[in-house]
């Protein structure tokens, strides 16, 4: 399946949209303007995702949101792999979305799950479940690891926001990729997905929710958002 018009209110011949790459050089002027735009949203996401896990931490009340099978899921640190892989998808973004109007619309809808994950942290504080893993079940991933649970702070469990930025780029990117590449960037999102609990970062109903989050807010805030104004 091709690029799709519809998704970015984009009325070119469907055949135009075939010649156009997945990846390109989208020229300074837009890297410029994408990383203005993403270090506006990154200062977004450390007042929400950071202010939310400062002010569990001073709560004492917590709601459970895990099952008690889970804590039967096994450890595998290689997915840390995977879980740090969500930093391409952000890096890729400026040369698959070459406009402004469908870069912003991304941050955009970024900012949207950032808002209501934000919500959920605030409803739902949770601690972790599972135990820490000890050093010598590491490996080598010892080093990535450290640094991706240092990343992920604490208490901000439900809805998982790692999912939901994997499945929103994800969404979006594989609109413009035949059926082979949209397969390959989905089992990606599955795998980033699968990534948060295999490394005990997060449980099945955070992995459910950020899922669901994103799709909500690519499929009522991206497309407006990317169709609002064709000539910028």
């Known amino acids: 399946m091709a690029y799709s018009p519809a998704l970015v209110g984009i009325s070119k011949p469907r055949e135009i949209e ?15 303007y994408a990383a203005l735009l993403s270090l506006a949203n990154t200062v977004w996401f450390v007042l929400v995702y950071g202010g939310m896990d400062s002010l569990t931490a001073r709560r004492s ?17 290689a997915m840390t792999l995977f879980y740090m892989s969500i930093y391409l998808l952000f890096w890729m973004a400026p040369f698959v979305l070459r406009t402004r109007r469908e870069f912003r619309a991304l941050v955009i809808t970024m900012a949207a ?27 080598i991933w010892a080093g990535m690891f450290h640094l991706a649970d240092k990343l992920n702070l604490t208490y901000n469990l439900l809805p ?8 929103i780029c994800v969404a ?10 949209k397969v390959l960037l989905w089992f ?13 970062q997060h449980h099945l109903l ?19 958002f990317a169709s609002v104004s064709k000539s910028s």
Do not use: N, Y
């Open 18 to 32: 075939r010649a156009q790459p997945f990846l390109a050089w989208p020229g300074w002027a837009h890297l410029r």
């Open 61 to 77: 009340f917590r709601i459970p949101v895990h099952f008690p099978a889970e804590l039967a899921i096994p450890f595998v640190p």
């Open 113 to 139: 799950a950032i808002f209501c994950g934000g919500i959920g942290f605030l409803l739902f504080p949770a601690d972790l479940a599972f135990a820490p893993p000890r050093e010598e079940e590491l490996g």
């Open 160 to 167: 998982s926001l790692h999912v939901a930025f994997a499945v």
């Open 172 to 181: 979006i990117f594989s609109a413009r990729f035949p059926v082979a590449g």
């Open 188 to 200: 990606w999102a599955a795998m980033v997905a699968a990534s948060t609990v295999l490394i005990h």
């Open 206 to 224: 955070d992995v459910a929710t950020g899922w669901l989050l994103a799709l909500v807010c690519v499929k009522s805030i991206f497309g407006r």
